[in-house]
């Protein structure tokens, strides 16, 4: 079974700061590996992705995030957190390509 | 412009009505998703289908109904045997394949309240 764990629901950084989000996965083969943003209300959008190739991996907004087989992990990361960055981020896995699994969510709360 | 649209944004039913969310989306997806959001539980998947005429059931099918009679479309119904309907609903779309990472797009979400 695939699972997805994001450490940490609410993490709070200053505005400046360095944003840290983690995400660890559980796959029987290399998968394919997302994270997407929530504001309130709102549906998902996607942040960046990691299908094959470079295992670092660059977003929007200034996000990225590393893909590191032998820790299971596929962190994502900001060097410096403004204030729209407040939002709910989720990890996701997908095996295949087809089915995804997503974490629980981190929120994410940057302070002025 | 491409996207998915769900509606209605806010719902209210009362206890013991079934009632049908919409999503619509023009991306000429093959697959649709349906996902069920509650605080703390990040996305759950109620149900799945990957072309027209089929679908699957996901991890909290109990209680809902689907259908996939245009590529289009995908209804959800919560039916008023799901004992605790209140929540997010979420529909997405994305390319069905083994080929490439095929990222899920997402609609805007429609709040439901059972009372």
């Known amino acids: 079974a695939q699972s997805v764990t994001q450490l940490g629901s609410h993490v709070s950084v200053s505005e400046g700061a360095l944003v840290l989000l983690r995400c660890n996965y559980s796959s029987s083969v290399p998968p394919y590996l997302f994270w997407y943003v929530q504001y309130p209300n709102q549906g998902l959008q996607l942040l960046l992705k990691y299908t094959t190739g470079a295992t670092l991996v660059k977003g929007i907004n200034g996000f990225e995030a590393e893909f590191k087989k032998s820790e299971t992990s596929f962190h994502l990361t900001k060097p410096s957190a403004h204030m729209s960055d407040a939002a709910e981020y989720f990890c996701a896995v997908s095996p295949t390509g087809n089915q995804f699994y997503f974490g629980t969510g981190t929120s994410l709360t940057v302070i002025p | 412009d491409g996207g998915i649209t769900q509606s209605p944004k806010y719902l209210f039913r009362k206890e013991g009505q079934n009632v049908t969310l919409s999503c619509e989306q023009n991306?000429?997806?093959?697959?649709m998703y349906w996902y069920r959001q509650d605080p703390g539980q990040g996305l759950r998947l109620i149900y799945y289908s990957q072309i027209v005429n089929d679908f699957q059931k996901g991890d909290i099918a109990e209680g809902y109904s689907v259908s996939r009679e245009k590529k289009e479309s995908f209804p959800l119904t919560v039916t008023s045997a799901q004992k605790n309907p209140t929540a997010f609903y979420l529909c997405?779309?994305?390319?069905?394949?083994?080929?490439?990472?095929?990222?899920?797009?997402f609609g805007p979400g429609t709040r439901l309240t059972v009372t």
């Open positions: 997405a779309s994305s390319i069905w394949g083994l080929a490439g990472s095929n990222e899920q797009y």
């Open positions: 991306l000429n997806h093959d697959a």
